[in-house]
């Protein structure tokens, strides 16, 4: 999924992304990738849900200012 958002293939990230959800512990980071992508394709209702979702399983909301 990185691979296709670097090389700025958006829409396929997202849907990679999205799969990894599914099977990943890391979600925070899946979260904030996609919703980068979500960003750049201005689908930005769609970014405000990974925004909140990431909100309420990070320990520290203020440590999403490092992304």
């Given at each position: 999924?990185?691979?296709?958002?670097?090389?700025?293939?958006?829409?396929?990230?997202?849907?990679?992304?999205?799969?990894?959800?599914?099977?990943?512990?890391?979600?925070?980071?899946?979260?904030?990738?996609?919703?980068n992508?979500?960003?750049?394709?201005?689908?930005?209702n769609?970014?405000?849900?990974?925004?909140?979702?990431?909100i309420?399983?990070?320990?520290?909301?203020?440590?999403?200012?490092?992304?």
């Amino acid at each position: 999924a990185n691979i296709y958002f670097f090389v700025g293939a958006y829409e396929d990230a997202i849907k990679l992304y999205t799969n990894l959800l599914i099977t990943s512990k890391n979600q925070k980071e899946i979260l904030i990738m996609r919703n980068n992508c979500y960003m750049i394709v201005k689908e930005l209702n769609n970014a405000l849900s990974d925004m909140d979702k990431i909100i309420k399983i990070s320990n520290d909301p203020k440590s999403l200012t490092d992304y």
